[in-house]
């Protein structure tokens, strides 16, 4: 008997000290990259605020040739919503609303998931002229993680993991734009 108090005790102790970490943890994660495109800042802000154009460069979109998308609204404009069907996990199921847009300089989105797992972010795609024949593209992601599942966000590596597919879409984005 006095094994198992013992046992619970060192539990209840572990536990305890998890719950406290994570009480001090950070709960938000923020994640941008950047690329600059021998394009003007016009023809590349149109491109990028259409959501349809965005399933052509994004890697998510791009994970399985089968996804099911839909779209609502007018395309581009706030308001508009793209939603996708995915059997692939990275992917899953989700929808992406267009929520600001601040014609050629930022699109604001708010980011909707389902499957696998419920979540909500919020993103955003800048441009910003460098040169008459120059832009630079910058596409963020930040969102909260609840406490107390927050004590995972260093073991994630959020920078890395969103941060290397964003990098691969915008490096996409250079590749159809150029």
């Known amino acids: 008997m006095l094994i198992i108090k013992r046992i619970l005790i060192i539990l209840i102790l572990i536990i305890s000290i998890i719950l406290i970490a994570a009480y001090f943890m950070p709960k938000e ?25 965005q399933n052509e460069f994004s890697v998510w979109a791009n994970m399985d040739p089968k ?9 581009g404009a706030v308001g508009s919503i793209s939603s996708w069907e995915s059997n692939v996990k990275e ?10 847009v601040i014609e050629n300089k ?4 708010a980011l909707r998931f389902k ?10 795609m800048s441009t ?18 609840p406490y107390p599942t927050n004590i995972m966000l260093p073991m994630l ?7 290397n597919d964003l990098q691969k879409g915008l ?8």
């Open 91 to 100: 992917v899953g199921v989700g929808e992406q609303e267009i929520t600001k």
């Open 157 to 163: 590596k959020m920078d890395q993991m969103i941060g």
């Open 106 to 109: 930022r699109i604001d989105f």
């Open 29 to 53: 994660y923020a994640v941008e990259r950047e690329i600059t495109i021998n394009k003007p800042v016009d023809s590349v802000f149109n491109y990028v605020k259409s959501l349809k154009n």
């Open 67 to 75: 996804m099911k998308v839909n779209y609502k609204g007018i395309d």
């Open 171 to 178: 490096e996409n984005l250079k590749d159809k734009m150029e």
């Open 128 to 145: 910003e002229s460098v040169s008459n024949n120059q832009t630079k593209v910058k596409w963020g992601i930040s969102g909260v993680i």
């Open 115 to 124: 499957k696998p797992m419920e979540d909500t972010a919020v993103g955003f």
